[in-house]
């Protein structure tokens, strides 16, 4: 049975986690460090042919982790993808939520799947010292007259790193964390790459103080995570919890839970997945589409620094690689909906403009699922209404002929819908659709005998 063994993890808020330990059969680690030297792996140029076979490959491996991190982590979805674009563009991503809502559980256990790197995770105060971040000042440099810093165990040295709290930070650690996350570097006694994949930061606030802006800044992905509200989903995240307490008691039985199967991916693969990613081709009639975008942005109030737009291609070519493609579609816009806003009050907006501009019948299939969850609550609504016997059947029939009218009208619509495209995916929805509707006007026919 696949498992991770965290019996050797040292997981306080100033440590460095070592993926040293993680096992998973027949799985072991490519990448090797220690914790003085890193070992920087160069890759080879490949053809476009071969490119293509391993984003395929490794793009699978990652759509499993995110199909096993969604098991484990309910209504999750957007924040597990958000995760993932940020691991493979290399950029940095903001969680802001409450307390309680798995945030740095989501984004260890994302993390932990990648065997062979290192992580750092701090939980940020106002008295939070460079030291506890960067590492403590080397005596034995200060005897030469030479400030450095033993970046051993700490950012400097980490592949991913989790900032809990992350506003918090002081002005005496604030420059430094800018220049690793913008320019992957540190200035210690003399300038020095970072192996740094990906910043998460996470807070119950935004930033309060106009020092704090250009951290803020430096995230492009950004989701506002909420607290588990469907009452399915909490049953499922009660079972879920139950299971892996029962599977890590010591009483053997037939009736405990299934383990959860943990699928991992090399650093290696990983890295190599954000190289080709590189590589994807987005055409000038894409690029347009984009243009026109902040044009929409712009007439609803939100505005889009330069930077930002260049950043967030890196998006849309993560997305298509995380698709196994080498060439951006439309579809590939769709991680833009967690870099374009500041405020929370915009994401809704921004989400609706994405969605749009993403979906290829136009958000068509999404609003005529929302038009038969209104019949079907309309139907609802009547069966359970006080009615006279006396009067029932005839009101019943009037109201079965309203609503067959109305079914039969969206199944011509859909019909039409389906006539007029061309993406054989979105056929198969839309036909999908159509059996809802037909399905739901036979029982609306039998109503009425």
Known sequence: MSSFDFSNFHNDNNSVVKNKV???????????????TLIKKEFKRISLEEARKEAIRISKVMADIKDELNNKFIERKHEIELLAIAFVSETNAFLHGVPGTGKSDLVESFANRVVGNSYFRM?????????????????NSLKEDKYKVITDDKLPKADFAFLDETFKANS?????????????????DVKEDVPLI???????????????????????????????????????????????????????????????????????????????SRNVTIDRDL????????????????????????????????HAVLDGRLEAEMSDFLP????????????????????????????????????????????????????????????????????????????????????????????????????EYNEYLRKVMDMLV
């Open 22 to 36: 993680v096992t998973v059969d027949d799985v072991k680690p490519i990448v090797k460090r220690d914790n003085v």
């Open 123 to 139: 939980l940020m105060s106002k008295t939070t010292e460079p030291s506890e971040i960067f590492g403590p000042i080397s005596i």
């Open 172 to 188: 005496a650690v604030l420059n430094g964390l800018l220049t690793i996350m913008n320019e992957k570097v540190f200035f210690n």
């Open 198 to 276: 990906s910043i998460v930061g996470a807070s119950n606030e935004f930033p309060e103080d106009e020092s704090l802006n250009a951290l803020y800044d430096r995230f492009l992905l950004r989701w506002n995570v909420e607290p588990i509200m469907d009452i399915n989903n909490r049953a499922r995240l009660f079972e879920n919890f139950v299971n892996r307490r029962n599977n890590s008691g010591i009483v053997h039985s037939d009736s405990v839970g299934n383990v959860d199967k943990v699928t991992t991916i090399s650093l290696e693969d990983l890295k190599k997945l954000s190289l080709i």
């Open 287 to 318: 690029l347009d589409e984009y243009n026109k975008l902040f044009t929409q942005l712009e007439k609803e109030g939100i505005t889009v620094s330069d930077r930002r737009k260049n950043e967030a291609i890196k998006l849309i070519q993560a």
């Open 336 to 435: 833009l909906m967690y870099c374009f806003w500041s405020e929370i009050d915009d994401i809704k907006l921004v989400v609706s403009l994405i969605s749009k501009l993403t979906s290829p019948d136009n958000g068509f299939i999404g609003e005529y699922n929302k038009a038969l969850d209104e019949i079907k609550e309309e139907v609802t609504n009547f069966i359970n209404k006080n009615i006279s016997r006396k009067d029932y059947e005839v009101i019943k029939s009037v109201k079965c002929m309203e609503i067959k009218k109305s079914l039969s009208f969206a199944i011509d619509k859909i019909d039409e819908k389906y006539d007029s495209m061309k993406s054989e995916s979105v056929r198969a929805k839309l036909n999908t659709l159509k059996a």
